[in-house]
């Protein structure tokens, strides 16, 4: 039996710890609880041995004394909760991504719900010696020593006890208990424990038939939510409602609501056949590209080798059918296979289609789900219950035993790029996994990324191509609006171009449907002092402040109930009546954001059905599925958004297509900001004509001749490729070379700038052949939560080297004594703000 085990916790530290083995039979792969510091943290079990000197004495890794090996606390697993693949996935995106392997195995493992972590205090020796000193000796007679007093009692005579339990009993605010843990007369610890899970979800259902009485505001609210969510919502999402907790209650006890508990998985299940989705059409319904395309495919997994292909269809041409058909052939074989999505918007519709093709054969997972919810389904999934899953980027290390197809979906969409700690990118750790699982991985997109397409055409991917859509429906015809000109003729700058107005109006008059992209957030996105010129910023963020107004709000509103708030951070403030700096009563704001945007279409377009799309009317994922239902049954006819709404929906009554605004992102400081334009407008031009009726788009724009913007008018991917590679190889960007951003951060603005200095010194004089050292210099966005950000940009032609200098980088940080924790490192960064 062994003695000790190697144990990766998510802490960032770039090791494994020791722990000896006293009882409980741990396994690799398997979670255990141990005692780290004044904590009890769960890990994974990454390695077993019994290494004993010739003598028997103990020979303890990392030079520590055998005496200060401390004993595991408990086996969470008698079985291992990931694979040996698994574990060779994790340890590859360790290496890979400079990450901690504690901290990738943690990402891995969607299983926090099942551990319950506490915040308990303790007396300690010092402090029971203060109780023993008379009182006039040490404290004065004051409420607040009282209030010391009355902890150190219940403590000394209860023993070890909650937060929660100090608070209630001895009257104890987070401030007190802080200062005694400060004065070293009390101790807080972490512990962790199993927790028995909650395998139902409760499910509020609207009574058919009943007898309506009186109700207040809220109360409709609450049963206009149930009605449109089609008469069944989870209590977990009502909660989320902002309504007082009491509403649902009430319902409950006027007999207007029923409250019914199912499994965790039925829920999942049953929301998702919500609404009238369309099911993708069956093998026998593919064109002929389409089942040539899908027979190389299938041929790949039967074979059950690793094979990489890049699909590049146009939007339309039924990818989607491709994907499912193949997923068909490898279900009937006994295979397994994974679909991911960018977007947990996506979801809705893919789950319905893939339910409505494999039954209960069908896992989900994504962030949005409960804990309960994502631990039943991952569960699941291990016990072979479901053999095929969707899911968002996490999904990537779903337990699938028999893994043979995965499927990224959209696979150019920055979403699928972790943006904390382990910065994995999902698409390339797909590929890794199809690589070691011996399986066959698809990418798919309209639009792919320049990486991608470039590994095709090194012949590291196989290209697969479907240039027709389906049912040879023509491409949308793509219009350009030039806003110059526009300006020039009326005198003024207006929301919607008088073709932009003549054509929405004419399409929603044929009774067809219109969305129109605005992407930026909020009312307004900028408020400035005319007298001045001071921008509002965010308190925490070197980012302006975003206007904007609730639901219940006109045009003339008071200012003092309107808001503004950041989106990096959350803050928020009233709109104030003075400029903050100059006390200017001349506060204008600037640009408009898509609440804005929704208002003026309601007042252009007063008899038009108008619905948004964006962060702030789409927090949880059951809005997505009541907007998609809507849109699909006609309730709505004018959709305006930001770019959610250009990401895979397929609705077949949408002709016409809008693009209000995406010039700004051609100025963003990022070398892929014409690529983003590129595909936006692309995968939002895709949108229209998607049914029997062809499509139109309209792109207001105030750059006519930007390449970007030209070639997607045109369609014209290669293109775009062709000159987006040209400033590639040129400027030593990828991928033309390889990219690691380092970001130095700290609330202390010279402490970041001293350790960026530190880094960029240590840079200078040293010699790493091939790579290309930009910077030190202050992030775009210097300032978020309030953290000052500083980065340095590193470039070479040869991933081992680019590699090899960051390591001795980090080993260069240590030994100067620069946290860990304050340098991010992210390998292959899609994002350099």
């Known amino acids: 039996m062994p003695l000790f085990c190697e144990v990766a916790l998510p802490v960032p530290v770039d090791r494994v710890f020791t722990y000896s083995i006293e009882s409980g039979d741990p396994v690799v792969g398997g979670r255990v609880l141990v005692p780290f510091r004044r904590e009890q943290l769960q890990g994974v079990v990454v390695a077993l041995h019994d290494r004993t000197n010739a003598d028997g004495s103990i020979a303890s890794p990392e030079n520590i004394s055998p005496a200060t090996i401390r004993p595991i606390l408990r086996v969470l697993d008698q079985e291992p909760v990931l694979s040996e693949h698994l574990l060779q996935l994790g340890s590859w995106i360790a290496e890979y991504y400079l990450a901690p392997l504690g901290e990738v195995l943690r990402t891995m493992l969607p299983l926090s719900a ?30 607040a020593d009282q209030s010391e007093d009355a902890v150190l009692k219940f403590l000394a005579e209860h023993g070890q006890s909650r937060a929660a339990t100090l608070r209630n009993k001895a009257s104890a605010s987070a401030a007190l208990l802080h200062r005694l843990v400060t004065r070293r007369l009390i101790t807080r610890e972490s512990t962790a424990a199993a927790r028995e899970l909650r395998t139902t979800v409760r499910i509020a259902v609207l009574v058919p038939d009943a007898r309506m009485p009186k109700l207040n505001e809220n109360q409709q609210h609450l049963l206009a939510e149930l009605a449109s969510a089609g008469g069944r919502l989870a209590v977990s999402d009502i909660r989320q409602l ?199 991985v698809v990418l798919g997109s309209a639009t792919p990324s320049l990486e991608s397409w470039a590994n095709a055409q090194r012949g590291k991917y196989s290209l697969l191509s479907l240039k027709q859509r389906v049912g040879n429906r023509p491409l949308p015809e793509v219009s350009l609006i030039d806003m110059r000109q526009e300006f020039a003729e009326t005198g003024q700058e207006s929301l919607l171009a008088r073709a932009m107005t003549e054509e929405i109006e004419a399409t929603l008059g044929r009774g067809e449907q219109a969305m129109l992209l605005l992407n930026r957030r909020g009312y307004s996105f900028v408020v400035m002092c005319r007298a001045c010129g001071e921008k509002l910023e965010c308190d925490n963020c070197a980012i302006a402040l975003t206007h904007h107004k609730t639901a219940a709000e ?94 895979g929906h397929d609705i077949h009554g949408v002709t016409l297509v809008g693009v209000l605004g995406v010039d700004h992102a051609l100025s963003l400081p990022d070398f892929r900001s014409a690529e983003r334009v590129f595909q936006l407008l692309t995968q939002v031009a895709g949108r229209a004509g998607r049914g029997e009726l062809p499509g139109r788009v309209l792109v207001q724009t105030h750059h006519m001749d930007h390449y970007a913007i030209r070639c997607a008018a045109e369609h014209n991917y290669l293109g775009f490729v062709e000159q987006e590679l040209r400033y590639r190889r040129l400027l030593h960007y990828p991928p033309a070379a390889m990219l690691t951003n380092i970001l130095i951060e700290h609330t202390d603005p010279a402490k970041a700038s001293q350790w960026a200095s530190q880094l960029g010194n240590w840079f200078q004089h040293q010699t790493f052949p091939g790579v290309r050292v930009l910077g030190p210099a202050s992030a775009p966005i210097s300032r978020i939560k309030r953290i000052h950000r500083f980065h340095l940009i590193l470039k070479a032609s040869s991933r081992k080297q680019l590699a090899a200098a960051v390591r001795q980088m980090l080993a260069f940080a240590d030994s100067a004594e620069i946290p860990r924790r304050h340098i991010t490192v992210d390998v292959d960064a899609v994002q350099l703000m």
């Open 114 to 143: 099942e551990i319950r972590k506490e915040i308990v205090y303790s007396i300690t020796p010092r402090g029971a010696a203060a109780l023993e000193v008379p009182p006039q000796q040490t404290l004065e007679s004051n409420t």
């Open 242 to 440: 902002s309504l007082p907790e009491s509403t649902l209650g009430t319902l409950v006890r006027r007999e207007l609501v029923r409250i019914e508990e199912i499994p965790a998985v039925d829920a999942i299940d049953s929301f998702a056949l919500s609404g009238d989705l369309p099911s993708v059409p069956v093998e026998a319904m593919l064109n002929d590209a389409q089942r040539e395309t899908m027979l190389q495919i299938a041929a790949s997994v039967h074979s059950r080798k690793f094979q990489p292909f890049l699909l590049h269809g146009v939007t339309g041409s039924g990818k989607t059918a491709v994907y499912i058909a193949a997923m068909r052939r490898a279900l009937d074989a006994g295979l397994s296979s994974l679909l991911l999505v960018p977007e947990i918007g996506l979801t809705p519709a893919m789950l319905a289609q893939l339910r409505f093709t494999f039954g209960d054969q069908v896992a989900l997972l994504h962030s949005a789900l409960s804990g309960a919810e994502r631990t039943a389904q991952w569960h699941r999934i291990r016990r072979g219950e479901a053999h095929v899953v969707v899911g968002t980027r996490s999904a990537v290390f779903a337990p699938i035993a028999d893994l043979a197809l995965i499927v990224i979906d959209e696979e150019h969409d920055t979403s699928y790029k972790q943006a904390e700690l382990p910065r994995y990118h999902a698409r390339d750790v797909a590929v890794m996994r199809a690589k070691l699982a011996g399986a066959t």
């Open 554 to 647: 006109d045009e003339t509103s008071s200012p003092v109930h309107q808001r503004m708030e950041c989106h990096y951070c959350g803050f928020r403030r009233t709109v104030p009546k003075h400029c903050p700096k100059c006390e200017s009563e001349h506060l204008y704001f600037f640009g408009v954001g898509s609440q804005q945007g929704e208002e003026r279409l309601q007042q252009l377009f007063p008899r038009a059905r108008i619905a948004r799309m964006d962060r702030d009317t789409m927090r949880h994922h059951r809005d997505y599925e009541r907007i998609l239902a809507r849109l699909h049954s006609g309730e709505v006819n004018l959709l305006v958004g930001t770019q959610m709404i250009a990401k």
